[in-house]
């Protein structure tokens, strides 16, 4: 079955420091790939997302990913957290083929906690 | 441009009651989206729907679980009879087609569900 994985339900940094949360897929074909964010009471906002093309891709909030086929990896990085940035993190990839066609698979979370 | 509309935003019941939920997609989205979100756990897809024909619903528990859109705009899920397990966050999404950017989704704020 196809899946994401997202490494660490919880992550915890300082204001200012890297951030960077996890993302492993499995699939046979490449994906199309997203992160979502989630702030408390609120829906699903796309941060950045990976179709074809370039391998690194830019979000908004200063957000960006690198898509790595032979790590079948899709890390989220930021390079100074904003205590803004607290937030409830989704990584999700579309089906290519099959039942999975078209459908979005979420990995199940990473809560981001920024302190000062 | 408006965003995916859901009301209410919140809702308590007892189990054994019947709740409905409603979702109004962007304006000329086709594809309309109902995904349960249990806390703690990424969305997961319920049911999808092309204008007004359902896609996919495997994953719909349609013992107690229906879901419309008659008019290929807005939706209404429905859970009758309520279980404890059903308490969760109901998020409706739609995406545009294909040929216009239809690879992301959009995401409405929500339905928090508790059944006590």
């Known amino acids: 079955a196809q899946s994401v994985t997202q490494l660490g339900s919880h992550v915890s940094v300082s204001e200012g420091a890297l951030v960077l949360l996890r993302c492993n897929y499995s699939?046979?074909?490449?994906?199309?790939l997203f992160w979502y964010v989630q702030y408390p009471n609120q829906g699903l906002q796309l941060l950045l997302k990976?179709?074809?093309?370039?391998?690194l891709v830019k979000g908004i909030n200063g957000f960006e990913a690198e898509f790595k086929k032979s790590e079948t990896s899709f890390h989220l990085t930021k390079p100074s957290a904003h205590m803004s940035d607290a937030a409830e993190y989704f990584c999700?990839?579309?089906?290519?083929?099959?039942?999975?066609?078209?459908?979005?698979?979420f990995g199940q979370g990473t809560i981001l906690t920024v302190h000062p | 441009e408006a965003g995916v509309a859901q009301s209410p935003r919140y809702k308590i019941i007892e189990k054994r009651q019947s709740v409905a939920f409603w979702c109004n997609p962007i304006?000329?989205?086709?594809?309309l989206y109902w995904y349960q979100q249990i806390l703690g756990q990424g969305p997961k897809l319920l049911i999808q729907?092309?204008?007004?024909?359902?896609?996919?619903d495997s994953q719909l528990p349609k013992d107690r679980f229906s879901a419309e859109r008659l008019k290929g705009v807005d939706s209404t899920l429905k859970i009758q009879p309520a279980k404890l397990e059903d308490s969760a966050v109901y998020l409706c999404?739609?995406?545009?087609?294909?040929?216009?950017?239809?690879?992301?989704?959009?995401f409405g704020p929500g339905t928090r569900l508790t059944v006590l």
């Open positions: 999700a990839r579309l089906g290519a083929g099959g039942t999975s066609y078209g459908k979005l698979t």
């Open positions: 990976y179709t074809t093309g370039a391998t």
């Open positions: 729907f092309q204008n007004n024909g359902v896609v996919d």
């Open positions: 699939s046979s074909v490449p994906p199309y």
């Open positions: 304006s000329g989205h086709a594809t």
């Open positions: 999404a739609s995406k545009p087609r294909w040929d216009r950017g239809g690879d992301e989704q959009f």
